[in-house]
């Protein structure tokens, strides 16, 4: 595609880019604006913080990625410079001089897909909960439909991507609204899955977040479509006043509706999906033949293997009180507890402030959970005041259920997995041996590594 990058500090246009470096190439969105540009012929270097399983698929691909990021590893042939927004945070002498540069075009990755949406009929999926699975359905649609998609996802699809190039003018993309970044694509569908508290570290409350969706809607044409479910008492204040016509994934619910993921939240993604499909003209029977046989997305219910011990292992991305209870009931759902079945929980709190400011709701969401055991918290952009840890969490867990351990590293996590007839927060060995036991690792951090090491063992 034809990329105007006019809005670059020295009016680079796209017939000029052919070396582009990405900063902050391993997260899961930027990544697939990388494969995009490797897909056109660009010549695609990059750096990040550490190794991880986006950068090596990237490797395997031919990209150049330097680990341990620095002003220095730019390229000096580089035309474009992609970055991360988190980069203006915990690097912010490296923001600063990229920020210098007058010489290349800069862009930040939200902006990279304002870019991208500019020219294309878009449909954007945005809400605190559910918009990788629903992006992920919808492009199943549109791609089993003929339509073509060009699509960017914030997990990887069937086929281990998360990008589509397709060849038609639709667009499919994920919209996370941390920092309003959402704010620069240019949406004509936009589907909010659900809002809920969430990024409190940069929102100020509930009102700062509803503003920030309210902007969105505001930016669909009055010829666009708003799917979202209009009861909802935080939703019905955000459309208010919007142009576009607004369609309640409601009507589209069917709680029969055969999935291969399980739990509630996945039917109304489903919901969310069929509607938007409609928008495009695909029946709503077609729409649920495609979704009967979506796989779901990396790290949403993902089954990892099982051990030699019979214990089934999964790893899933949720991080916040609402997804942890919704993932939990859907394994209740496959797995019921009067059928026998326990659940250990290997839980690694994603920031400081999250787990600080909704500490009561974390503390409250295990209890579908025999067990958790809980990993120390991932920093991320984040600097450990002292005020809390995930030694604090596992008390306030207790104080509900009585089922939750903590970590000082994971060397202390592995080695109380040891197999063993014991259960992890009691005696410090794997649940008993048989078919009736799942370990779950859970976040948006590095928890799946546990799995790695019990995936070895």
Same mark, same amino acid.
């Given at each position: #595609?034809?990329?105007?990058? !006019? @809005?670059?500090?020295?009016? %680079? =246009?796209?017939?000029?880019? +052919?070396?582009?470096? *990405?900063?902050?190439?391993?997260?899961?969105?930027?990544?697939?604006?990388?494969?995009?540009?490797?897909?056109?012929?660009?010549?695609?270097?990059?750096?990040?913080?550490?190794?991880?399983?986006?950068?090596?698929?990237?490797?395997?691909?031919?990209?150049?990625?330097?680990?341990?990021?620095?002003?220095?590893?730019?390229?000096?042939?580089?035309?474009?410079?992609?970055?991360?927004?988190?980069?203006?945070?915990?690097?912010?002498?490296?923001?600063?001089?990229?920020?210098?540069?007058?010489?290349?075009?800069?862009?930040?990755?939200?902006?990279?897909?304002?870019?991208?949406?500019?020219?294309?009929?878009?449909?954007?999926?945005?809400?605190?909960?559910?918009?990788?699975?629903?992006?992920?359905?919808?492009?199943?649609?549109?791609?089993?439909?003929?339509?073509?998609? #060009?699509?960017?996802?914030? !997990? @990887?699809?069937?086929?281990? %991507? =998360?990008?589509?190039?397709? +060849?038609?003018?639709? *667009?499919?993309?994920?919209?996370?609204?941390?920092?309003?970044?959402?704010?620069?694509?240019?949406?004509?569908?936009?589907?909010?899955?659900?809002?809920?508290?969430?990024?409190?570290?940069?929102?100020?409350?509930?009102?700062?977040?509803?503003?920030?969706?309210?902007?969105?809607?505001?930016?669909?044409?009055?010829?666009?479509?708003?799917?979202?479910?209009?009861?909802?008492?935080?939703?019905?204040?955000?459309?208010?006043?919007?142009?576009?016509?607004?369609?309640?994934?409601?009507?589209?619910?069917?709680?029969?509706?055969?999935?291969?993921?399980?739990?509630?939240?996945?039917?109304?993604?489903?919901?969310?999906?069929?509607?938007?499909?409609?928008?495009?003209?695909?029946?709503?029977?077609?729409?649920?033949?495609?979704?009967?046989?979506?796989?779901?997305?990396?790290?949403?219910?993902?089954?990892?293997?099982?051990?030699?011990?019979?214990?089934?292992?999964?790893?899933?991305?949720?991080?916040?009180?609402?997804?942890?209870?919704?993932?939990?009931?859907?394994?209740?759902?496959?797995?019921?507890?009067?059928?026998?079945?326990?659940?250990?929980?290997?839980?690694?709190?994603?920031?400081?402030?999250?787990?600080?400011?909704?500490?009561?709701?974390?503390?409250?969401?295990?209890?579908?959970?025999?067990?958790?055991?809980?990993?120390?918290?991932?920093?991320?952009?984040?600097?450990?005041?002292?005020?809390?840890?995930?030694?604090?969490?596992?008390?306030?867990?207790?104080?509900?259920?009585?089922?939750?351990?903590?970590?000082?590293?994971?060397?202390?996590?592995?080695?109380?997995?040891?197999?063993?007839?014991?259960?992890?927060?009691?005696?410090?060995?794997?649940?008993?041996?048989?078919?009736?036991?799942?370990?779950?690792?859970?976040?948006?951090?590095?928890?799946?590594?546990?799995?790695?090491?019990?995936?070895?063992?």
């Amino acid at each position: #595609m034809d990329l105007d990058l !006019s @809005l670059g500090r020295s009016h %680079t =246009n796209e017939a000029k880019i +052919k070396n582009v470096h *990405f900063i902050g190439i391993g997260g899961i969105g930027i990544s697939a604006v990388a494969r995009m540009m490797l897909e056109e012929g660009k010549n695609v270097t990059g750096q990040d913080m550490q190794d991880g399983e986006i950068v090596n698929e990237l490797r395997l691909l031919g990209i150049d990625i330097k680990i341990r990021q620095s002003y220095e590893n730019i390229p000096k042939d580089t035309d474009l410079v992609v970055y991360t927004i988190a980069i203006e945070y915990y690097d912010p002498e490296l923001f600063k001089k990229l920020k210098e540069r007058n010489d290349i075009a800069i862009k930040s990755y939200p902006e990279m897909l304002g870019v991208i949406s500019k020219d294309k009929y878009t449909i954007a999926i945005c809400g605190t909960h559910g918009k990788t699975t629903t992006t992920g359905m919808i492009s199943q649609i549109l791609i089993d439909g003929g339509k073509d998609p #060009m699509v960017i996802v914030g !997990s @990887l699809l069937k086929g281990k %991507t =998360n990008f589509i190039a397709g +060849k038609s003018d639709l *667009f499919v993309v994920e919209a996370c609204e941390y920092r309003r970044s959402f704010l620069n694509i240019n949406p004509n569908v936009l589907v909010i899955t659900n809002i809920d508290e969430d990024h409190l570290d940069y929102y100020k409350d509930i009102e700062d977040i509803k503003n920030a969706f309210h902007e969105m809607v505001m930016k669909v044409p009055e010829d666009g479509y708003v799917i979202c479910n209009p009861d909802d008492e935080n939703i019905s204040d955000v459309i208010k006043g919007i142009k576009a016509k607004v369609i309640n994934w409601q009507d589209y619910f069917d709680a029969g509706l055969k999935l291969k993921i399980p739990g509630i939240h996945n039917k109304k993604d489903a919901a969310a999906a069929m509607a938007a499909a409609a928008t495009l003209g695909i029946s709503q029977s077609s729409a649920r033949g495609v979704l009967a046989e979506f796989p779901g997305t990396w790290k949403r219910f993902e089954f990892r293997g099982k051990l030699s011990n019979g214990i089934l292992l999964y790893d899933d991305y949720a991080h916040h009180p609402t997804e942890i209870m919704a993932t939990l009931e859907g394994f209740r759902e496959l797995y019921p507890k009067t059928d026998g079945w326990k659940i250990t929980v290997i839980f690694q709190p994603h920031l400081f402030s999250r787990t600080k400011l909704l500490l009561d709701d974390f503390a409250k969401s295990f209890s579908d959970a025999d067990e958790v055991l809980v990993l120390p918290i991932y920093y991320a952009r984040e600097v450990d005041d002292g005020t809390i840890s995930s030694e604090i969490l596992a008390g306030e867990i207790n104080k509900h259920t009585n089922n939750a351990k903590s970590f000082s590293d994971f060397n202390e996590a592995e080695k109380s997995l040891e197999v063993g007839p014991a259960s992890p927060t009691s005696q410090g060995g794997l649940p008993e041996m048989g078919d009736k036991n799942i370990i779950v690792t859970m976040g948006a951090g590095e928890a799946s590594k546990i799995g790695d090491f019990l995936l070895k063992k």
